[in-house]
């Protein structure tokens, strides 16, 4: 069965404190990997796109990296506004040009 | 740019009742996306819609449905509303079905009593 798996489910981190998130996919055929940021009651917000294993992509404290089987959204120094639930999604052959979601890592950077 | 408009953003109905939920997508998009995000639970697809016609449906029941408007707007309908289907509705919409990625809007939160 096609599936996306997100680990942790949360994580609390101090402000400064660089960690992962994980993302793992269970497709054939990845067509692309979407990492977005949510914050409560709002809709996702765009961070990334990856399309072949290798591939990696910054955009200020975050990072993310794509292997065949997982990606990572690596987050270096954060801060509280980091705060959000982090969504990976897939696009795949045979799945539509539908994103397929995690269920989400939800991210508490303290003071 | 404007981004992805949805409307009304809060709605309460009672059990049994009709919901419909309105999307605008980007100017240029005419691809539309719909998703559930009921509490504590991911992104589950809805419908997706490309062009004006009906391209993928999710696992849902037919009691969901929606279309496309020839300005790319979309429409999702929920009849006999049931105290479960209370959760964000959201809605995305792309360009050539993707390639240049999915912008969403805010969500509706549709209530259900």
């Known amino acids: 069965e096609d599936q996306v798996t997100q680990s942790p489910e949360a994580l609390r981190l101090q402000e400064g404190e660089s960690s992962s998130l994980n993302c793992s996919y269970t497709?054939?055929?990845?067509?692309?990997l979407f990492w977005y940021r949510q914050d409560p009651g709002k809709g996702p917000e765009f961070l990334f796109t990856l399309y072949s294993a290798g591939e990696e992509k910054e955009k200020e404290r975050l990072k993310a990296t794509l292997t065949k089987k997982e990606s990572f959204l690596h987050i270096t120094a954060p801060k509280p506004e980091d705060s959000a639930t982090y969504l990976c999604?897939?696009?795949?052959?045979?799945?539509?040009?539908?994103?397929?979601f995690g269920t989400g890592t939800q991210l508490k950077v303290e003071l | 740019e404007a981004g992805v408009t949805q409307s009304p953003t809060h709605l309460i109905k009672t059990r049994g009742q009709q919901a419909t939920l309105r999307c605008y997508p980007i100017s240029g998009h005419t691809s539309v996306y719909w998703y559930q995000q009921a509490l504590g639970l991911g992104l589950q697809f809805l419908l997706w819609?490309?062009?004006?016609?009906?391209?993928n449906r999710g696992n849902f029941p037919p009691r969901f449905s929606g279309r496309q408007f020839p300005n790319y707007s979309s429409e999702l309908n929920v009849n006999a509303l049931e105290l479960e289907d209370s959760a964000l509705y959201l809605c995305a919409s792309s360009y050539q079905q993707g390639r240049y990625g999915y912008t969403f809007g805010s969500g509706t939160r549709l209530t259900v009593v």
């Open positions: 497709v054939s055929g990845l067509r692309g």
């Open positions: 819609y490309d062009e004006g016609e009906e391209r």
């Open positions: 999604a897939v696009i795949f052959t045979g799945g539509g040009n539908k994103l397929t």
